[in-house]
């Protein structure tokens, strides 16, 4: 393996999430990427490509920065090709001149610079993001101001409430560096970021979490842990706002520093947003307060650790889950947070009919 191949396989990116046309079997989103293989998502079923060859010919990506991604990566699986197929003419007695090695050692390097300012576009330095979030953040108080926004939620299993009560929110790409043990609700995270923790402002997204109660995990036990809005402005993090779910909105944005903007967020309680099922919601008819967001999958991904300080409130659904938590894992750690039964958490919201699918 030579240095260029080195260099692809450290830049690889993650393509998780994205959505992919076939000429054949229309629209579908790549929900799984094991090396030189995708598996895709289509109504009629899942397909498995070839990767990066299916591109060439049967599947196109709408995404231009992926799409340009994609293209430098067939480039360099072709030069790789030609060099191969060059090497076994030269040791059969055809040499290649020096002339052309250097050419194509100057073009292999012009594209592996190319694809790291595709990467750095789309996913920035950290210093980037904490300088855009430092911009943003007047804005950002404005709007919190504005809405009368308290608090962020985010929801888990009980079974990791005693590791969140004594190290805070930990994200699942550090979970096991530190040795933090944790049961995962999402084990696919379309959305690819493993750095950050999903959170949802005031209310829960009460789809995904009657999904996973409901369906996923039948007879599993849950909290809300109640964040204070100060989380937003924590200069340890950084937050994405997402005006629906995350696993949709980062295939549709150019680079991720856009979600990191006073737009963003205040894009999370806009007027009017279309459904992928092409329906068509008005705020105004849903009868919501001014600090619920529009969409119920709205999300705000907030990176790396969030500190237990930010932890304002943990909610049960009933005294039942509060005792069997007490009698697994004692009272010393959950005495010092305040702790409530609010049932309201674990319930959709009022304007559920608004969105629900029609059959």
Avoid at 22 to 32: P, R, S, T, V
Avoid at 268 to 292: P, V
Avoid at 333 to 357: C, E, N
Wanted: charge should be negative; include cysteine; charged fraction near 25%.
């Amino acid at each position: 393996m030579n240095i260029f191949t080195n260099i692809w396989m450290v830049d690889d990116m993650n393509l998780i999430g994205f959505y992919v046309k076939h000429k054949d079997f229309g629209e579908g989103i790549i929900k799984q990427q094991d090396g030189n293989y995708l598996v895709v998502s289509f109504s009629q079923g899942d397909k498995r490509f070839i990767y990066p060859d299916a591109f060439d010919n049967f599947i196109t990506v709408s995404d231009n920065k992926i799409a340009e991604f994609i293209s430098l990566e067939l480039e360099n699986k072709k030069c790789e090709k030609s060099k191969m197929e060059k090497q076994k003419n030269q040791q059969n007695g055809n040499i290649v001149s020096k002339t052309v090695f250097t050419n194509e050692f100057s073009a292999s390097w012009d594209n592996i610079f190319n694809l790291n300012s595709i990467l750095e576009d789309f996913f920035p330095k950290r210093e980037t993001l904490l300088t855009i979030k430092r911009n943003h953040e007047g804005k950002i108080k404005e709007i919190v101001a504005q809405t009368k926004i308290e608090y962020l939620v985010h929801f888990t299993r009980i079974d990791n409430l005693s590791s969140i009560l004594k190290s805070g929110l930990i994200p699942v790409s550090l979970q096991h560096e530190m040795k933090i043990p944790s049961v995962h609700n999402d084990e696919q995270r379309i959305d690819s970021k493993l750095d950050c923790t999903s959170c949802s402002v005031a209310f829960p997204n009460y789809k995904l979490f009657y999904t996973f109660r409901e369906h996923k995990f039948p007879g599993t036990s849950w909290v809300v842990i109640v964040l204070d809005k100060d989380v937003l402005f924590s200069a340890s993090n950084i937050s994405y706002y997402c005006q629906t779910n995350a696993a949709g909105v980062f295939p549709r944005v150019s680079s991720a520093k856009e979600l990191c903007t006073a737009s963003a967020f205040e894009n999370m309680f806009c007027d009017s947003l279309t459904t992928k099922e092409n329906k068509l919601i008005q705020r105004s008819t849903l009868q919501i307060n001014d600090h619920i967001t529009t969409d119920p999958q709205a999300e705000v991904l907030i990176s790396d650790i969030i500190d237990k300080k930010h932890i304002g409130c943990v909610c049960f659904r009933n005294q039942l889950d509060i005792d069997e938590y007490i009698s697994k894992n004692g009272k010393e750690l959950l005495s010092q947070y305040d702790y409530q039964i609010v049932p309201g958490f674990f319930d959709a919201r009022k304007d559920y009919m608004f969105w629900k699918k029609e059959n």
